[in-house]
T-cell receptor, first 119, second 113 residues
């Protein structure tokens, strides 16, 4: 089974600052996706950004970008110009058995990082 | 709204009672997942459907749990003889295709007294 580790249970930054959330994972696969999901308080989980392992270029979505280090199995999320609406739990997720198992791709999640943006 | 919907949003029940949750995925999505999330943790996989076929069940899914997806559309998750340890948020997600994003519903929060 794959493992996903998020070592920062909580973080807080001032509004407009930049913050980086870390994630490491373990896999023997060579081709896979990695995801960062956001879960705001009492609201549903939404995808923030997705990285394809075969792409060397780091994914970027507006203020959100990743630093993907495949050899180190590291997948950190950088949030630039943080906003109050970024306050949420952030989960790193990795598809278990991405190639086999009937295309299941069930997600293994880290334990999350609770991010608070301070006004 | 064409997102994933779940019903009910909250359920309070007494230990020993049976409960059933419903998930309506995005209409063209053939893959449907159930996850369980306890406080302070990330979601954990419970079971997976491809169309109407239940292809995988986690060992977290005891014999008291059963899930169905008749006709490959909505899905139900039933818990029989609920226990206090079943208290959690039950999340449903759906997707289309390999490597595709999983779209999550708002979840059903279960409290077993």
């Amino acid at each position: 089974a794959q493992t996903v580790t998020q070592s920062q249970p909580e973080m807080s930054v001032q509004e407009a600052e930049t913050v980086t959330l870390s994630c490491t994972y373990d896999t023997s696969e060579s081709n896979y996706y990695l995801f960062w999901y956001k879960q705001p308080p009492s609201r549903q989980m939404i995808l923030v950004i997705r990285q394809e392992a075969y792409k060397q270029q780091n994914a970027t979505e507006n203020r959100f970008s990743v630093n993907f280090q495949k050899a180190a199995k590291s997948f950190s999320l950088k949030i630039s110009d943080s906003q109050l609406g970024d306050t949420a739990m952030y989960f790193c997720a990795f598809p278990d058995d991405p190639i086999s198992n009937f295309g299941n791709e069930k997600l293994t999640f880290g334990t999350g990082t609770r991010l608070t943006i301070i006004p | 709204d064409t997102g994933v919907s779940q019903d009910p949003r909250h359920k309070i029940t007494k230990r020993g009672q049976n409960v059933t949750f419903r998930c309506d995925p995005i209409s063209e999505h053939n893959r449907l997942y159930w996850y369980r999330q306890t406080l302070g943790q990330g979601p954990e996989f419970l079971t997976y459907f491809q169309n109407e076929a239940q292809l995988e069940k986690s060992r977290l899914l005891s014999d008291r749990f059963s899930a169905e997806r008749p006709k490959g559309s909505f899905s139900t998750l039933e818990i029989q003889r609920t226990e206090q340890g079943d208290s959690a948020m039950y999340l449903c997600a759906s997707r289309l295709g390999w490597g595709g994003e999983q779209f999550f519903g708002p979840g059903t929060r279960l409290t077993v007294l």
